[in-house]
Antibody, heavy 120, light 108 residues
């Protein structure tokens, strides 16, 4: 079965960067886009961007452009998301989510989430 | 980007009652590319419905979705205790994909 296992919670200071990982298993890694979606406390989910694991091409939300970078390691079926210049408003749970094969912007499977707390 | 507006914000119902949740899109969605997710506290969202009306694998048939132009509806025919949660709609027809702000279904 599809499994997306994320790295653990992180506490960062304002201005710092955070790099999260998401290890995929149970399917052919190359074939499915992977997305990052975050959810601030009490808010709805927000899409951050996506990566095509086959070639590494990325597409980011304009809201995070210039501050986010998504990469992948095909040898370990792992995707990474690095967010820089953190501020308190970046405190949220960050999820990786696998896109549907045909409807790439639909999220069929999710990781368990990783809480990132930004505090001085 | 497409804005999704969900109503009501909170729905207070008893087990066995019918729940009707709404999601309105700011513009038409290509091919009814709208999904519904259920989220419980401390868990990721779970896909319930896609294509406005198709249940995802393993979703019980008390969940149904419908559409009328830019108005989408999720109906839970008879609420079970495990259905009390927050529900989000999401459009995936154009980038960026966007979510509604959610409807909380709580026990009355």
């Amino acid at each position: 079965q599809v499994q997306l296992v994320q790295s653990g919670a992180a506490v960062k200071k304002p201005g710092a960067s955070v790099k999260l990982s998401c290890k995929a298993s149970g399917y052919t890694f190359y074939n499915y886009f992977m997305h990052w979606v975050r959810q601030a406390p009490g808010q709805g989910p927000e899409w951050m961007g996506m990566i095509d694991p086959s070639g590494g091409a990325t597409s980011y939300s304009q809201r995070f452009q210039g501050r986010v970078a998504m990469t992948r390691d095909t040898s370990t079926s792992t995707v990474y998301m690095e967010l820089s210049s953190l501020a308190s408003e970046d405190t949220a749970v960050y999820f990786c989510a696998r896109g549907n094969l045909r409807a790439r912007l639909r999220f069929d499977d999710w990781g368990q989430g990783a809480l990132v707390t930004v505090s001085s | 980007e497409i804005v999704l507006t969900q109503s009501p914000g909170t729905l207070s119902l008893s087990p066995g009652e019918r729940a009707t949740l709404s999601c309105r899109a700011s513009q038409s969605l290509s091919s009814s590319y709208l999904a519904w997710y259920q989220q419980k506290v401390g868990q990721p969202p779970r896909l319930l419905i896609y294509g406005a009306s198709t249940r995802a694998t393993g979703i019980p048939d008390r969940f149904s979705g419908s559409v009328s132009e830019t108005d989408f509806t999720l109906t839970i025919s008879r609420l079970e205790t495990e259905d009390f949660a927050v529900y989000y709609c999401q459009q995936y027809g154009s980038s960026p994909p966007t979510f509604g702000q959610g409807t909380k279904v709580e026990i009355k």
